[in-house]
């Protein structure tokens, strides 16, 4: 197990310069000594500890965006319809609809626009589950590589602390490679080649965070235009019943009506005289 399995959501930008002490963050290094791992990881236990909680981290955070796209995708299918419709009466300009306020408008406005982008924020997201799903099975393939090195190096300690290395001289000949150390170097060799793998797949997660930062970010708020309607329906009504111009001209039109029949009937009962 490398270093960390970490969601793009919390991950950190990690060194990727080839002259960082720590071979695991060196993209370039032909194979990752001990010195390298025993510093990330002191004891296997360690390593056990870190390996399961990342992969722990990585399904969850996965499985929570697989349920984010899953939300989006039924609420724009449910609210498309009715977005539709909305926009055709705005266009028709017909009462009551045509008295709708400028934050109705512009919430019907920001709705259009999220259900538009959606697409092309699911398609991108899309492809961070696909980078995340291949750094878990490269955790997971490794795995056995990893059992390999805590046996051998459990074998090695135990030779150097049962026969220490005694100082050769010049004359000496050197002693060759144990089985043990040959077989080390290969897993360092193969560690090395996992790494460049790891660092890749997390860099392209790391690059696509923007798009799950946008897939969680809160929709517009509904706004129920029946309510809406309603109260505009009734705001006319009012007016037109208790605003003081309308109530004079209507009592003044029927003073006048009442004059002019008064009129109408003394004028005809001169006529008959």
């Excluded at 897993?187 to 798009?211: D, V």
Aim: glycine share 4%.
């Amino acid at each position: 197990m490398s270093p960390s399995l970490v969601g793009p959501g919390t991950a950190e930008v990690q060194n990727l310069s080839p002259t960082t002490t720590n071979e695991f963050m060196n993209p370039n290094a032909t194979k990752i000594p001990r010195e390298s791992i025993l510093a990330l990881f002191p004891t296997e236990q360690v390593w056990r500890n870190v390996s399961t909680s990342a992969r722990e981290s990585s399904c969850f955070h996965r499985k929570s965006i697989i349920a984010q796209v899953l939300h989006l995708s039924c609420l724009k299918n449910c609210v498309v319809p009715e977005l539709l419709h909305r926009g055709s009466l705005l266009v028709q300009g017909a009462f009551p609809f045509s008295a709708m306020s400028q934050d109705i408008v512009e919430n019907q406005h920001a709705w259009i626009a999220w259900a538009v982008s959606l697409d092309e924020t699911i398609a991108n997201v899309l492809k961070q589950i696909t980078w995340l799903d291949l750094l878990e099975e490269e955790y997971v393939s490794v795995d056995p590589l990893w059992m390999n090195f805590w046996r051998l190096h459990q074998e090695h300690e135990q030779s150097n602390s049962s026969h220490p290395p005694s100082a050769c001289t010049d004359t000496e000949q050197t002693t060759p490679p144990s089985t043990t150390l040959l077989e080390l170097e290969e897993i360092y060799a193969a560690l090395a080649r996992h790494n460049r793998r790891r660092l890749f797949l997390q860099m392209k997660i790391m690059q696509g965070r923007g798009w799950v930062a946008r897939l969680f970010e809160q929709v517009p708020p509904w706004i129920h235009w029946e309510e809406v309607v309603r109260d505009i329906l009734s705001a006319g009504m009012r007016e037109q019943f208790h605003h003081p111009g309308l109530t004079r001209e209507q009592e003044t039109g029927f003073v006048e009506e009442i004059e002019e029949e008064e009129e109408e009937e003394e004028e005809e009962g001169e006529f008959e005289l």
